[in-house]
C-alpha cells in the first residue's frame, strides 16, 4: 500500500505541483542522444528553490481539492456535516452513499472512505518526501534567513493537518515521519498519545517559523496564527484544556486579528440591496483583501490562484435542486433560469445549479434559531434563503413564492408527486454563504451553474473565539466561555447568552450557527464525544432517523485493503467492524 503511495506521489507531483512533463521531440537525435529529463523525482525537483516552492503548491492544491468541497462527492459532503446532527443527504435520503446508514455504509470495504485514509497518507507521504527534500538541499538556495524553517513548518502543517483527521476518524494508526521506500508490509497502529505527540511537536514548530500575519509569501499560505489554531484543537482533543487555551489566546491576542463588525468589500448590496459584516465574509472576493482581519487560513479558488486554484462544489453539496421541481401547478416550467448561449438555463445567477447532497436537519434550519430568530442576523434572509419564487413567464404562478403543500396539496393527495422528494431535493434552507449569488456567469471559461470560484475559509477567528470557549469550559469558567460567545453574537446581533447556560451542547449549537459549512463537524463532534448521542436525537432523516448509528461508530474502520496487505505485523480492526 505505502508503495502505492510513493508511485503515486511521483504521478501526482507533477500534475497537483504544475510542473510540466517535459516531452523529447521524436524529430532530433542530438536531443535523443542527451541524458533522459522526462520525469521529475524528488531527488532532483526539490533542489532548487522554485522546485520546492511548487512542493509547497501542491499540498495546498491536494488538500484544496480533496477536502474543501472538490471532485469527490462523498468525502466534502461528509466531513462538513452529512451524516451528523446538522444534516443528511437530500437528494436520496435513502441512499446506499452519504451515511444514510451507518450500519451499512460504514465498512471497512467502503470506497469512499477508504479515501480518508489513503488520501492522508499521500499527503503524509509527500510531506515526508519534501522535507527530505528541503533539508537535503544546498543551503545557498535559499533567498533569505529563515525560508528554509519556514517552508519545513509549512510542510509539517500539512502532516499535523493530515493525522487530525486520522487520529479523530480511526484512533490509533501508524506514525510515519520518514519517506517510505520501497514495499513496506509491517506497519503497527501507534498509539494516539504518540501521534498527538508528533502533530504537537510539527505546529509548535510552526507557531515560531512560520510567517506572522501579512508576513506570508502569497494569499493563502500557511502562518503562524494557523498553526496555533491547530495546535489549540489538537490539545482540545487530548484534554489538555489550559494548553488549549493559551494557544487559542496566542492567535486571538497577538498578529492583529479582529472579528469583521463593519461592513467591507465592494459588492455589499450588490445581489439583496442589503447585508451585514457577517454577509461580507462570504461576498466573492472578500476573503483575502487587507481589511479582512478575521481571516486566518484561506483557500485560494479564485483567479489567479496562487497555491493551487481550481474550482469548488459547495453549491451542488450544500444547495437545493430547486431547477428539478419540475412544472408549477399549472403547467408552466416552474424555473425558465438564465439565458445563455442562445438558450435558458434552468438555473439562476442567484443560486447556481445545486445537487442537494447535504440537506440541513431541522435542528440546524430551524432549532438553533428560535430564540432570535428575528435578530440574529445569521438568519437573515439575505444570509439563509429560505423563500423560493417561481421563474414561469406566463403562469399564473410566475413571481409568486412557493408554497409546496398549498400549492401542490392536490397532486400529494393524489399521490402523483412525491412530496419528501419536493422537501428534501428540491426545496429548503440554502445558506447564501456557500453560494456564489450572481457572480457564477462571470468568467464562462471557469464557471458553472454547479460550482464556483469562491476562495473558501479553512480558519477564521470566529472559530478560535469558540475553540477557546470549549476550553474555557473544560476548565469550569463558563463566565470566561460565555464572554468569547457573546464578541461573536454581538456581531450577529444575537442575545448575549449567560455564563450558566454554556456547555458543550451550546457550544455545539453556537458552531453550528456560525461555521455551519465550514467546519469538520464529525471532527467536532468526536473530540467533545458527542457524535453517537447527537446524531441519534437530532439527524431527521425522513426515511432512517437517527441514522442507525451504534456506539461503535464513534470510530470508523480501518480499511481491509490496508489490513490485507499488512501480511508481515497484526493489525487489528477498530472494534464492532467484521474481522477476516
Known amino acids: 500500500m505505502m508503495k502505492q503511495f510513493q508511485d503515486m506521489f511521483l504521478r501526482k507531483f507533477l500534475l497537483f505541483a504544475g510542473v510540466l512533463l517535459v516531452l523529447l521531440p521524436a524529430c532530433s537525435e542530438d536531443i535523443l542522444d542527451e541524458t533522459p529529463l522526462d520525469f521529475l523525482a524528488p531527488e532532483n525537483a526539490y533542489q532548487t528553490l522554485p522546485g520546492i516552492k511548487q512542493g509547497i503548491t501542491g499540498l495546498h492544491f491536494s488538500v484544496r481539492q480533496r477536502w474543501f468541497y472538490g471532485s469527490d462527492q462523498d468525502a466534502g459532503a461528509i466531513m462538513k456535516g452529512c451524516g451528523t446532527d446538522i444534516a443528511f ?98 506497519f503497527t497502529r501507534t498509539p494516539k498519545a504518540q501521534v498527538y505527540a508528533q502533530m504537537e511537536q510539527d505546529l509548535l514548530f510552526g507557531t515560531t517559523k512560520l510567517p506572522a500575519r501579512g508576513q506570508e509569501e502569497e494569499p493563502g499560505r500557511i502562518t503562524q496564527g494557523a498553526a496555533w489554531h491547530m495546535l489549540s484543537e489538537c490539545y482540545l482533543a487530548q484534554g489538555k484544556y489550559q494548553l488549549a487555551a493559551d494557544a487559542a489566546s496566542a492567535v486571538i491576542d497577538n498578529y492583529g486579528y479582529a472579528l469583521m463588525t463593519e461592513r467591507f468589500g465592494d459588492r455589499q448590496n450588490l445581489v439583496w440591496g442589503e447585508g451585514d459584516p457577517y454577509y461580507d465574509l462570504f461576498d466573492y472576493g472578500n476573503q483575502n483583501i487587507a481589511g479582512n482581519t478575521e481571516s486566518i487560513w484561506v483557500i485560494q479558488v479564485e483567479p489567479p490562484p496562487t497555491t493551487g486554484g481550481g474550482s469548488v462544489e459547495g453549491n451542488r453539496t450544500f444547495g437545493p435542486a430547486y431547477f428539478r421541481l419540475g412544472n408549477t401547478p399549472d403547467g408552466f416550467k416552474a424555473f425558465r433560469g438564465e439565458f445563455r448561449n442562445g438558450k435558458y438555463t434552468g438555473y439562476s445567477d442567484t443560486l447556481g445549479r445545486p445537487v442537494a447532497w447535504l440537506h440541513p436537519t431541522n435542528y440546524a434550519a430551524y432549532d438553533i434559531w428560535k430564540s432570535d430568530w428575528n435578530n440574529d442576523v445569521r438568519n437573515a434572509r439575505y444570509n439563509i434563503k429560505r423563500d423560493f419564487y417561481y421563474d414561469a413567464p406566463g403562469s399564473a404562478y410566475d413571481k409568486k413564492k412557493i408554497n409546496l403543500l398549498v400549492d401542490y396539496a392536490a397532486e400529494y393527495e393524489a399521490g402523483t408527486r412525491d412530496a419528501m422528494r419536493d422537501s428534501c431535493q428540491y426545496i429548503y434552507p440554502y445558506w447564501m454563504k456557500i453560494a456564489d449569488p450572481c457572480h457564477y456567469f462571470t468568467d464562462p471559461n471557469r464557471s458553472g451553474g454547479g460550482s464556483d470560484h469562491k476562495d473558501r475559509y479553512a480558519i477564521r477567528l470566529a472559530e478560535t473565539l469558540l475553540l477557546r470557549a470549549e476550553a474555557y469550559v473544560g476548565l469550569n469558567r463558563p463566565d470566561l466561555a460565555a464572554a468569547d460567545i457573546n464578541l461573536i453574537r454581538a ?17 455545539l449549537d453556537e458552531r453550528a450557527r456560525e461555521l455551519y459549512g465550514e467546519e469538520w463537524r464529525h471532527i467536532t463532534l468526536r473530540r467533545m464525544g458527542k457524535l453517537v448521542e447527537r446524531v441519534r436525537t437530532l439527524n431527521n432523516n425522513p426515511k432512517n432517523p437517527g441514522l442507525n448509528i451504534q456506539d461503535y461508530h464513534v470510530l470508523w474502520p480501518i480499511p481491509q485493503n490496508q489490513i490485507d496487505l499488512n501480511i508481515d505485523a497484526e493489525f487489528p480492526q477498530n472494534p464492532g467492524y467484521p474481522t477476516r
Open 491 to 507: 456581531r450577529a446581533n444575537a442575545t448575549p447568552v449567560d455564563a450558566d447556560d454554556v456547555d458543550l451542547d451550546y457550544i
Open 89 to 186: 443527504h437530500g437528494e436520496d435520503p435513502n441512499s446506499t452513499r452519504f451515511m444514510c446508514n451507518y450500519v451499512n455504509y460504514v465498512t471497512s470495504e467502503n470506497g469512499y472512505l477508504r479515501n480518508y485514509w489513503t488520501w492522508n497518507y499521500e499527503l503524509i507521504q509527500r510531506v515526508n518526501v519534501l522535507i527530505e527534500g528541503i533539508n537535503a538541499a544546498d543551503p545557498n538556495i535559499w533567498a533569505k534567513e529563515g525560508q528554509k524553517d519556514a517552508y519545513l513548518a509549512e510542510a509539517m502543517f500539512f502532516r499535523a493537518f493530515a493525522y487530525r483527521i486520522l487520529v479523530s476518524t480511526y484512533g490509533d494508526v501508524p506514525l510515519v515521519t520518514e519517506v517510505i521506500k520501497g514495499v513496506k508490509t509491517d
